[in-house]
């Protein structure tokens, strides 16, 4: 579990933010020395975008992830900053407006349920904290379905009822 990187024991998790605002698939948890490429493996999340990423005319319906995720038709990532042409760096400046709205997610869950900061309070291996942080991200979809939240309100999108989410 120890993070050599961060210095720490910790979990890691794996999240898409949907374009209706929610987090969706929420993968996890996966021990904190794990590479974020080795959670997309695992997750199963590629095979999945490559079986269901067309759109009505067959066009390749992509996610936008970080540069440590594999580039895919279905999965991009920021141009490399070396080099570079206007073009690409006004689609990495674009890009990192609409990324930032995974980490509005992640930042949801901690700021609805701080007792899942495990820093603060949780010791892995001692207590469920990957069970309690999957349950935290469940519970903030639906606060989201209830009181909207920054990134529903950044893009000007609704989350579905609360009836509907949880159908």
Known sequence: MYNGHKRIHALKFQSVTTP??????LYGPVEGRRHDAYIMRESGLLGELEARSRDSQG???????????????????????????????A???AMSKVRISVEW?????????????????????????????????????????????????????????LEEYFQ
């Open 105 to 161: 997610s992640f930042g949801d869950i901690l700021n609805y349920f701080k007792f899942t900061d495990y820093k603060k309070s949780q010791k892995v291996l001692l207590s469920a904290c990957g069970k309690v942080y999957i349950v935290s991200g469940l519970l903030t979809n639906a606060h989201t379905c209830v009181h909207k939240n920054n990134t529903s309100t950044y893009f000007g999108l609704d989350p579905p009822s």
């Open 91 to 93: 689609f990495n400046a």
């Open 20 to 25: 209706n605002v929610l987090i969706a698939p």
């Open 59 to 89: 066009n390749i319906l992509c996610i936008y992830g970080d540069p440590a995720y594999p580039l895919r038709p279905q999965l991009q990532a920021p141009f490399p900053t070396a080099n570079i042409t206007r073009d690409q760096e």
